[in-house]
């Protein structure tokens, strides 16, 4: 096997990777034609965002559910500095607008 096959075979995976992840976050759009591995970080810094901020929002209707008669606020708001993965921190501004969703809430 030569090193150019290598690195197609190697190009190859790394874009049906950014097509998974892409797609699993609702993105659409081209990949650029080099620099594919750094692409693919700033996607898996997008999901672990989008993880982030569901954690949240689960807390957030969690502790309503378990609160006394309603004394858990209906609106969580947080700016989160995290470094969720390679190339730096990131702020993520969390917001959560739960109101209950069970009649014995």
């Known amino acids: 096997m030569s090193r150019a ?3 197609a075979g190697a190009s190859a995976s790394l874009k049906k990777t950014i097509d ?3 797609a699993f976050l609702g993105q659409h759009g081209p990949q ?15 999901l672990a ?3 982030y901020r569901k ?3 689960r807390g957030h209707r969690e502790s309503h559910h ?6 858990a606020p209906n609106s969580l708001s947080y ?11 990131r702020t993520v ?3 959560s607008n739960h109101a209950p969703t069970c009649s014995s809430c």
Not at 32 to 46: A, G, Q, S, V, W
Not at 79 to 89: C, L
């Open 93 to 95: 501004h969390l917001k």
């Open 20 to 22: 998974e992840v892409m």
């Open 79 to 89: 700016d989160a500095t995290r470094m969720f993965f390679k190339g730096g921190k």
């Open 5 to 7: 096959d290598f690195a």
């Open 32 to 46: 650029p034609p080099d620099n594919l591995r750094d692409f693919l970080h700033e996607r898996l810094n997008d």
């Open 66 to 71: 378990q609160a006394a008669r309603g004394k």
């Open 55 to 57: 954690g949240f929002n």
């Open 49 to 51: 965002i989008k993880w």
